[in-house]
């Protein structure tokens, strides 16, 4: 069973003061806590990790799988560790740690958190991928950290799901179409939404504040409050990946021209690397 931390809200009835956000794995947060400090070595983190066996797996499984054309599958946790670099494990192991407080939730119809993980993760790469490509150091975040971002951004829907369950889903399927899922979850839910959530449960696991925010804003990017020139490449990110899910098959150039969000720097042709990245990319993700 999860352990659960209630977070009060400023306003609202009892089912929103009283909304229920995991904790992460004490080993998780505790490794995340050992790479804050700036003279901490590879060596050490991979003792640390070497503690969680289970986690320590997960960590290498996920860095052999996210690490393309890399020449031959890494077998010791230093040697993953190693190639990922301390910033690189910091985004491995939230993403090994982050899905187990939630693996007692059960799929429901039209909601598979199989998929939602394929698409936070995919988000995340896709998000690294323009990052990298843009050079974009906005917030002094390196582009692993935007996979972080990408990892993390729609977290509050599968809160949502774990605290109402069929309530949360009624609300985002019977919607009228020309309400966003943000803005029936928030008249629904006393004005929380899916980001505003997920902004607090980065908040609650200790994640840098750039991210935070990212979470907070990436459905509305250009919003006063948010660093646009680091959110829209999540939202562009996240465009992508609901582009490419919609049309696998789809042309990316065709696709590029959907997009609303372009961050700043990225020109038409990174768009459509990431594009055909995304295409790629999508049918080889693993939760
Ligand atoms: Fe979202
Ligand atoms: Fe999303």
């Known amino acids: 069973m999860p352990s659960w931390s209630p977070v009060s ?28 400090r700036e003279d901490v070595g590879i060596g050490e983190v991979s003792i640390a990790l070497s ?33 990922l670099g301390l910033r690189g494990v910091a985004s491995v192991v939230l993403r090994a740690g982050l899905i187990a407080p939630f693996e007692h939730l059960k799929d429901a119809d039209g909601f598979s958190l199989k998929d939602l993980w394929c698409h936070s993760i995919l988000v995340g790469q896709i998000a690294e ?52 899922d943000i803005q029936a979850e928030s008249a629904a839910f006393l004005g929380l939404n899916h980001a505003e959530i997920g902004a607090m449960a980065a908040e609650l696991w200790l994640l840098p504040r750039p991210v935070i925010d990212v979470v907070k804003f990436h459905h509305r990017p250009l919003d006063p409050g948010s660093t646009p020139e680091v959110v829209t490449v999540v939202t562009c990110a996240d465009e992508i990946a609901d582009l490419v899910e919609a049309y ?25 690397k990431a594009v055909s990245l995304a295409l790629v990319l999508r049918p080889t993700i693993e939760v």
Do not use: W
């Not at 400023?10 to 490794?31: A, C, E, F, W, Y």
């Not at 503690?51 to 997960?58: F, H, M, Q, V």
């Open 51 to 83: 503690k969680d066996p289970p986690l320590a797996i997960k960590v290498l499984r996920i860095a052999n799988s996210v690490q393309i054309g890399a020449s031959e599958p890494k077998t010791s946790v230093q040697a993953a560790t190693s190639m």
């Open 129 to 180: 991928n323009i990052a990298r490509a843009c050079r974009h150091r906005g917030y002094d975040m390196m582009p692993q950290e935007y996979y972080t971002c990408g990892l993390v951004h729609d977290i509050g829907k599968i809160i949502l799901y774990d605290n109402f369950g069929d309530e949360f889903l009624h609300v985002v399927r019977e919607k009228p179409a020309d309400v966003s």
């Open 9 to 36: 809200t400023q306003s609202g009835p009892d089912r929103t003061t009283n909304l229920r956000i995991p904790t992460l794995p004490d080993s998780v947060m505790k490794i995340r806590a050992l790479l804050q």
């Open 248 to 272: 696998p098959d789809g042309k990316p150039r065709d696709l590029v021209a959907k997009l609303r969000t372009v961050p700043p720097g990225c020109t038409q042709e990174m768009l459509i």
